[in-house]
């Protein structure tokens, strides 16, 4: 195992010390355990909170997208591992301004279980709590079992859309419901070329050869949907494309806006030549592209490939996913 870094077990908690040391314009930490990160400057009186939890590993998911016109805080687990209920409790007391606070996270079942936890906790601290689940990975279930999905990048997008509404206002059924207007909007697939490795296991998380390619790998290393040789990039964007167009189709006249996203280790040159593809196939459709994200929005440490999250957009979205936003990690304005 190559990494920089001191003692494995002091992994996340010297990433999150830096992280917040950095940038204290936008996070600082909270919690009995440092692994709550929470917003410099909080939201204001009466704003629904919006938190997120998870494991580390995927920056900018979770804690990244902390900040204004986003999350409002965020539990944070070893890497890999789902955050205790107790952090998530931490969490969204942090994010409560007395309006209610929104879960918003991927579909992962320690993190489901653990923030059913934090509900009950703060239940009886009279904060009204709503949820919204991610399972926009194509690749991790079929259609008809789309609620066993995992939660993949789409999560930036709900992110980002849940925050604006909550910015803008709107009460917690309001908020959470174009939350999920925006979850059910997005469907994503990976595929990798390399593992990564977690530090406190020192080894690769699953084993490929140079020449291979796995199709549907999750961002943990969850099996895809099949493994062999490495294909072009035009092979690999096209098959991509297929699998989320025979999930979501689009139309002529439809407004999509597309992520093309590194799972870490794969550089911004390859992401441009698979965007080409992207661009080709949504615009054959008559569809109309909308703000692409070309970059590292959800990763999984250094794991070399690739992700795609289409999310088709209807007017009320649109002028959400627009809407002024501001992170380390990304701004709108």
Known sequence: MKKILNKPEDYVVEMLAGMTAA????????????????????????????????????????????????LDACAIGDVFSSPSAEQMADAIRAADTGAGVLRLYGNYGGDVMNFDMA???????????????????????????AEKRRGVAGMVYAFKIAGAAA????????????AQKAADACRSIGAALSPCTVPQAGKPTFEIADDEMEMG???HG?????RGKLQTADQIAGEMMDRLLADMPV??????????????????EELYILYRTVKARLEGAGATIVMPLVGRYAT????????????????????????????????VR
């Open 23 to 70: 940038h204290p314009e936008y996070y600082k930490l909270q919690g009995d355990n440092g692994k709550v990160v929470v917003r410099a400057t909080p939201g204001k009186k009466g704003k629904v909170g919006i938190v997120t939890g998870g494991g580390s590993g995927h920056l900018p998911v979770f804690t990244g997208y902390v900040g204004e016109g986003l």
């Open 119 to 145: 509900g009950e906790l703060v239940e009886f601290e009279d904060i009204t709590c709503s949820t919204v689940l991610l399972a926009d990975d194509v690749a991790s279930a079929a259609p008809e079992e």
């Open 167 to 178: 910015e803008e206002g709107r009460d917690l059924d309001g908020v959470t419901a174009v």
């Open 217 to 219: 790998m999750g961002i």
């Open 222 to 226: 969850e099996p895809g949907v099949w």
């Open 251 to 268: 139309a002529s006249g439809d407004r999509v806006s597309v992520m093309v996203n590194s799972l870490g280790a794969t550089p911004p």
């Open 300 to 331: 999984s440490m250094e794991m070399t490939g690739v992700s795609f999250t289409l999310c088709k957009l209807d007017a009320e979205l649109e002028a959400l996913l627009n809407a002024p936003c501001d992170c380390a990690f990304w701004s």
